[in-house]
């Protein structure tokens, strides 16, 4: 920013924001006619040619008008995330879908979907990592010879039924120990994780008989967590991203729907959100999604029972309304993190 004057700063923001509304390379004239800048066609150009210089937007074709670039599309965004708020109307719509779910219904999917209409975009939400969620109960029940099966009641009500491999010493007298002893400690909720630790700091404070039931619990609790159950992902609204003008290009459709697919690589990059708390906002190859260009992420991490958290993003063309979207996504994951009681924070 240090090296933008003022003047350069207007004209870059209302280029944007032209370029936002209408989709097609903004010229000196129309800025000068539609955004209030006192200034000549001729000098808005001269301002333009410094900014195509410095990066900040480019010109498709001679004679055209300018476009901004990652590189200017980034300074926007920065300023946007300082200085704006949830715009009222999204605020009521959101506060009064998501705090009047039905018992049971899946506010994941609930938020994505409106989220997605919201924006215009498609929205990707994940669930929280399984070995962190809390679970209020854990037990643990032999197959066969070889096989047992854990059995996880999440707080939320969630089963999950893992297949696990079974020590080969292990006998029923022992697997009823190391239950009870799971019993006691998940007398107020903890998670896969925690559950681990507790055995292990066990370890450290007692001997003697409690050795080999520490030994067999920690045994079976590695394997529940090595078979651990992938997150979730959703993806909302894909149809209502591509009736976009952008995708107007069929090629444009096949390189997002590759991205879409690769679960993998989505799943990587929402991880990264966790770890840089706000919301954070990729653009074009930040996003090192797949061989797509023309994209940015606008992405945030909800809490689930104040522990485990998942992830809440946009996905769309870098032609998004930024000023909507980016305070929309954070005031979303808010609103899923009370709904969820992973926070007290007032929204």
């Known amino acids: 920013m240090a090296e933008l004057t003022q003047r350069s700063r207007r004209i870059l923001y209302a280029t944007i924001t032209e370029y936002i509304a209408s989709g097609e390379p903004v010229g000196s004239r129309r800025l000068a006619r539609r955004y209030g800048i006192n200034l000549s066609p001729a000098t808005i150009r001269n301002v333009l040619a410094d900014l195509e210089e410095m990066g900040y937007v480019a010109q498709p074709h001679t004679s055209a008008g300018r476009i901004p670039t990652v590189q200017g599309f980034r300074i926007f965004v920065e300023a946007l995330v300082r200085m704006r708020d949830v715009a009222p109307e999204d605020r009521t719509a959101v506060l009064e879908r998501l ?56 707080q939320g009500g969630a089963v999950q039924n893992r297949v696990l491999p079974a020590p080969a010493e292990l006998q029923p007298a022992e697997l009823e120990r190391v239950n009870n002893l799971v019993a006691e400690l998940l007398e107020s909720p903890q998670s896969l994780v925690a559950i681990q630790g507790m055995v292990a700091e066990r370890h450290d404070r007692e001997r003697g008989a409690i050795e080999e039931l520490r030994q067999r619990a920690a045994e079976v609790l590695g394997k529940t967590i090595e078979q651990k159950a992938a997150p979730q992902v959703l993806i909302e609204g894909q149809e209502r991203l591509f009736d976009r003008p952008e995708f107007l290009d069929a090629d444009k459709i096949r390189q997002f729907l590759r991205a879409f697919d690769d679960r993998a690589r989505l799943l990587a990059m929402l991880d990264e959100t966790l770890a840089s708390g706000g919301v954070r906002v990729l653009i074009g190859s930040e996003a090192n999604l797949a061989d797509v260009e023309d994209v940015t992420v606008i992405s945030t991490s909800y809490s689930q029972d104040g522990s485990s958290k998942g992830t809440l993003g946009v996905i769309g063309p870098t032609r998004l309304d930024y000023a909507k979207v980016v305070p929309l996504v954070g005031f979303t994951a808010r609103v899923m993190s009370e709904v969820l009681g992973g926070t007290d924070e007032e929204v």
């Open 99 to 154: 705090r009047n779910l039905d018992p049971g219904t899946d506010i994941q999917r609930e938020a994505g979907q409106l989220l997605s209409t919201l924006t215009g975009a498609a929205v990707v939400v994940t669930s929280p990592k399984p070995e962190e969620e809390l679970l209020r109960q854990l037990r643990f029940l032999r197959l066969d010879d070889s096989r047992m099966l854990a059995v996880l009641v999440t």
